[in-house]
Structures are given as C-alpha cells and as structure tokens.
C-alpha cells in the first residue's frame, strides 16, 4: 500500500505569517493529491487537489506538487486564528482509495 | 443540500456484543466510502461502494465487519461480534467521484469496554 508521511507537529505559527505544512509519499506513480482539513472533533472538509507538478492558488492556499522528490506542501498565507486545525495530505491508489497521513496539527497564535 | 449523516454520533459497548452503524450519504452520490480512523493512526480506508455494489472491500480488517447498502441509498457497517482493537472513529463518505472530492459525514466514535 502507498505510504503517506507527515510531521505530526503541532506546528506553531504566528497570525499573519505563512504556515507550510508537508507531505511526502511512497509510490512514485502517484499522481493525484489531496489536502483536507479537520477541526476537532469535527469531519474532514477538502481544501485542495492537485495532480500537475507546481503551483496551484486558491484564494490564502497554495498546494505545492513537486513529482521528482515525491512531495506536495500546502501554504497558508496570512494565517488565522479559524485557520487551526489538522491538515491531512492524502494520495490517491486504485480507482477511488484514498490513503491518508497521519495529519499535522496546526496552531496560529494570535 | 444535506450533507453526510451517520449515526449514532456515539457508542460505547461491551466486547462480544454487536453494532450497528449507519450513513446517510448526499443524495445523487453514487459513490460511498467507509473509513476508520483508529486513535494515534491515521484514517484508514474500509471499502466503498458504487449503488449497491462492493466496489472495493479491501479494508476491511476481518470477517466480523459487514457492510451493506441498500437499494443504492443509505449504508450500515455492522461489527460482530466487536472487540478493544475495533474502537474508534468510523467515518463514512459520498461523492460523485474521488476527484470530486469526498463530503465526510461527522462520524461515529465506537468504544469497545
């Protein structure tokens, strides 16, 4: 099965400042990325979806795909306080699989 | 639109006995996954379902887990009979395709004492 690893944390980050959380994978024939995001106790919700090696935007998130090294980041810029949570990279195997990280928790201080 | 609903949202039983849960998934999705997430690890796929089918089951830890779906609608996993190492949260989802991405519903936290 693929394997899916990321720093647990919790991560610490001051609000305003950019919060970079990483991910990296197994399987160098993955293709398709996923960032969710889940507040305690709560259901994972999608953030971002990424396939192509680079950048892609949506409005304060950047998921970063970098093929050769195996990895995917997720950048939040001017980070918020509602911004905290646990951010959970998952790689697609098989036709509809999801395989998940353990998560990162992250924290902005106010 | 309503999103993902399972119930119960809590449930504590006795090793040995049986439970029951329950997922109401958007309606129109075709697709309907199950995942358990156990505590310290990461969430982990059951199976998933297209309509009625088992399209992939390959999670699924033992043969004292069943899943069902009924007439394409909604679905129940049923643990029989459970034990301490099932505890945790059971998640289920709907979409109309993983690209879609998934709406989870809130899940289920199952205590085995």
């Known amino acids: 099965q693929k394997e899916v690893e990321q720093n647990s944390g919790p991560l610490s980050v001051p609000e305003g400042a950019i919060a970079s959380l990483n991910c990296t994978y197994s399987?160098?024939?993955?293709?398709?990325f996923f960032w969710y995001r889940q507040y305690s106790g709560k259901s994972p919700e999608l953030i971002m979806f990424i396939y192509s090696n680079g950048d892609k935007e949506d409005g304060r998130f950047t998921a970063q795909l970098n093929k050769a090294s195996q990895y995917v980041s997720l950048l939040i810029r001017d980070s918020q306080p509602s911004d905290s949570a646990t951010y959970l990279c998952a790689v697609i195997e098989g036709a509809q699989k999801l395989v998940f990280g353990q998560g990162t928790r992250l924290t902005i201080n106010p | 639109e309503a999103g993902v609903t399972q119930f119960p949202s809590h449930s504590v039983i006795e090793k040995g006995q049986t439970v029951t849960l329950r997922c109401d998934p958007i309606?129109?999705?075709?697709?309907l996954y199950w995942y358990r997430r156990v505590m310290g690890k990461e969430i982990k796929f059951l199976l998933h379902?297209?309509?009625?089918?088992?399209?992939?089951e390959s999670g699924m830890p033992n043969n004292r887990f069943l899943a069902e779906r009924t007439g394409g609608t909604y679905s129940t996993l049923k643990v029989q009979p459970a034990e301490l190492e099932d505890s945790g949260v059971y998640f289920c989802?709907?979409?109309?395709?993983?690209?879609?991405?998934?709406?989870f519903g809130s899940g289920t936290r199952l205590t085995v004492v």
């Open positions: 309606s129109g999705h075709d697709n």
């Open positions: 989802a709907s979409s109309q395709g993983v690209y879609y991405g998934y709406t």
């Open positions: 399987d160098r024939g993955s293709q398709s």
């Open positions: 379902f297209v309509k009625e089918s088992k399209q992939d």
